[in-house]
């Protein structure tokens, strides 16, 4: 296991469409983490999971957005009616929080979202 | 409302020097703080993870420090090298209100040959 895999690396849409990212976390991770990061800022949280529950979403994700984390493994993040303000870079981080509640987090390459 | 601002934004220093980076919040209730290093179009590479009860972590060339009291945390490098160039972020995990993990903007360094 080399680390979090997101993909796809690179998405161009046009508004109105959906769009589905994919993460695969490291495997004995139980939390997966979805952050959006736009050019000159930092990572902002969107949701996460504790193995298949969605235990937080933050007030950016709107009700276009939905994510996913059916087994426990991987997740997909969903966003419908893609809106020129949703082009950003979307982050997948997995932790196993073997050290406070958190634990380390690990990011994956980012998957980044060009609306048109 | 947990916020962390790092300072300074930017810096370029010639290949060689001894750096500091800064990285304030305003809760001190963490459960810890994580220093992640970011290239362009890249995801984050974690650096150091400092835990409430520790005041410093060190990675090689790295040593990150924490100061939970006034709110400060410190990311050393010494010896810095061309490819040290990237940008430097500090995220703060806390409770505060439900889960949060807070990112700074980071600081964009650039080290010179």
């Known amino acids: 296991d080399t680390g979090v895999s997101q993909d796809p690396r690179h998405k161009i849409t046009k508004r109105g469409q959906n769009v589905t990212f994919r993460c695969d976390p490291i495997s004995e991770h139980n939390r997966l983490y979805w952050y959006r990061q736009t050019l000159g800022q930092g990572p902002e949280f969107l949701t996460y999971f504790q193995n298949e529950a969605q235990l937080e979403k933050s007030r950016l994700l709107s009700d276009r957005f939905s994510a996913e984390r059916p087994k426990g493994s991987f997740s997909t993040l969903e966003i419908q009616r893609t809106e020129q303000g949703d082009s950003a870079m979307y982050l997948c981080a997995s932790s196993f929080p073997d050290r406070g509640p958190t634990g380390e987090l690990f990011f994956g390459e980012g998957s980044r979202l060009t609306v048109l | ?113």
Request: proline letters at 4%.
């Open chain 2, 1 to 113: 409302k947990q916020e962390v601002t790092q300072i300074p934004a930017a810096l370029s220093v010639p290949e060689g020097e001894n750096l500091v980076l800064n990285c304030s919040f305003t809760d001190s209730a963490i459960y810890n703080l994580q220093w992640f290093r970011q290239d362009p179009g890249k995801g984050l590479t974690s650096l150091l993870l400092i835990q409430s009860s520790q005041r410093e972590q060190t990675s090689g060339r790295l040593n990150a420090s924490l100061d939970k009291s006034s709110g400060r945390s410190t990311l050393y490098i010494a010896a810095s090298q061309p490819g040290d160039s990237a940008t430097y972020l500090c995220a703060v995990h806390s409770n505060t209100g439900g889960f949060k993990t807070i990112f700074g903007a980071g600081t964009r360094l650039f080290v010179k040959a």
